[in-house]
Structures are given as C-alpha cells and as structure tokens.
C-alpha cells in the first residue's frame, strides 16, 4: 500500500467523514474503496467500447431498400 496525500474543501471533508462512518470504515477504506470502484467502472467501459468497435459494420438496409423511418 502507498499513502497519497489530498487537499479538500471543508464541505467535502464533512461530507467524507460523515459518509465513511456510516460505513464503519476509515475516510482512507472510504476513499479507497471508492477510487478502485471507479477504476473498475472506467476498465468496464473500455472493454466494452473495444468490443463494439471490433464488431463489423451491419447494413440498415438492404441494396435498393428504404431505409427504416
């Protein structure tokens, strides 16, 4: 584990303290927690995007045909 440093506003620090003892964890389980959640949403996303963009183009229509209104 690494220790980080971070400056926050007086509101936010409120907010944390309050929000991570409701969780009955320490601010840095608290803000760990959150950071590695986001991470993980942010991993998720980018897998996914690769996955669409690697599909092939399908055509809406057909040659000839409308396309859909």
Do not use: C, H
Not at 28 to 42: A, E, K, N, P
């Amino acid at each position: 584990m690494k220790n980080v440093t971070i400056t926050l506003d007086p509101e936010t620090t409120i907010w944390l303290r309050r929000e991570s003892a409701e969780r009955g964890v320490s601010v840095s389980r608290f803000v760990g927690d959150l950071l590695r959640q986001q991470m993980q949403r942010d991993r998720r996303y980018e897998l996914a995007m690769k996955r669409y963009f690697s599909l092939e183009p399908q055509p809406l229509r057909q040659p000839g045909e409308r396309y859909p209104n």
